[in-house]
């Protein structure tokens, strides 16, 4: 991840969307204006990962940010500062629920670490149990989701071996989570063949399971030669379940491009920031919320969400 961003050029693009109209570009086109061909309004969630920013900030100070800088929900990433951990007892749990709830702030996941790529048994059967554990302190606190990964293949193994370890892994957790009304979001995460979204799908035909989805990551390796994500995209969007985005203010990846095939999928859960810390993140955020709505066509001033 590029986690270098210049104040300057983030104000530069934020005028530049605002004050653009859009050319005739295709719709693979890397090199796009920041919010060029907005799609119609969506009904797409921001929300923050809290992997970097975030990850210091108590469950208190996580709710303030989201307010003041009007995102949606939180997926909470596990050895947080936040400690929603499965070490919580129920009343602990229950207060945590409560506490979201009350802010009018969605849990949107949880993230674990819990990954399935080992090939030693006992390795593998703890990352599954793990993650069923999991996913009954998502049904607790009220996330509807918690992330697993891949994260890569283990010397010497046939891919598609690995390949089918981790889908055949997912599917038993995402059988288990379903019954708690919890899915189950593999990341498109780790080294070269395990983010390869050829290798997810596989992944997800060795799952299964209807509650075994994807989490779309905006990794760069998405892009075929032209610089466009439809091929790849097209590969898993009937199991996309939460999407991770990055600098959506740097011409890094075609950001429009994503938003416009989850418009015409017609998603409508979170699209997750996953960026580097800020000293001052509420303002940082308010600039970020911007750019989304103005990517999905949902921008308005004042936004009733920020400035209520």
């Known amino acids: 991840m590029n986690t ?14 605002m004050g653009l109209v859009a050319g005739a570009t295709s719709p693979d086109a890397f090199a ?10 969506s009904s797409m969630k921001l929300g923050m990962v809290t992997y970097n920013m975030g990850k210091d900030m108590t469950v208190v100070r996580l709710i303030r940010l989201c307010k003041a800088s009007g995102l949606a929900g939180v997926e909470l990433r596990t050895t947080h500062a936040h400690g929603v951990e499965v070490s919580l007892s129920a009343p602990e749990r229950a207060e945590v629920r409560k506490k979201f709830e009350d802010a009018g702030i969605a849990i949107a996941g949880l993230g674990s ?48 071996i690995t390949l089918e ?20 979001r593999m990341e498109v995460h780790g080294k070269e063949e395990t983010r390869s979204l050829p290798n997810i799908r596989k992944m997800l035909d060795y799952a299964d399971h209807p509650n075994a989805l994807v989490c779309w990551n905006s990794n760069a390796s998405d892009m075929d030669e032209h610089g ?20 959506i203010g740097l ?29 001052d ?20 001033y004042p936004n009733p969400d920020v400035y209520a």
């Not at 270098?4 to 969307?17: D, N, P, Q, S």
Request: net charge negative; aromatic share 12%.
């Open 4 to 17: 270098g961003i210049k104040r300057r050029h983030f104000l530069e693009t934020v005028g530049l969307g």
């Open 32 to 41: 796009e204006p920041a919010v060029a061909a907005a799609p119609a309004a």
């Open 113 to 160: 670490a819990f990954e399935f790529h080992s090939n030693d048994p006992d390795e593998l059967e703890k990352n599954v149990q793990g993650s069923i554990e999991y996913a009954k302190l998502a049904a607790d606190v009220g996330a509807p989701g918690i992330k697993v990964r891949p994260n890569g293949i283990p010397a010497g193994e046939d891919p598609e």
């Open 165 to 184: 370890r981790i889908g055949k892994a997912w599917g038993r957790v995402a059988a288990a989570a379903a019954d708690m009304g919890v899915q189950v």
């Open 228 to 247: 466009g994500i439809r091929a790849n995209f097209d590969l898993v969007k009937h199991a996309i379940g939460e999407v991770h985005i990055t600098e």
């Open 251 to 279: 011409y890094q990846y075609p950001w429009q491009q994503l938003f416009t095939l989850l418009k015409e999928i017609n998603y409508t859960g979170f699209c997750l920031a996953e960026i580097p810390e800020n000293p």
């Open 281 to 300: 993140p509420e303002r940082f955020m308010r600039y970020y919320r911007t750019l989304f709505d103005l990517y999905t066509g949902t921008y308005q």
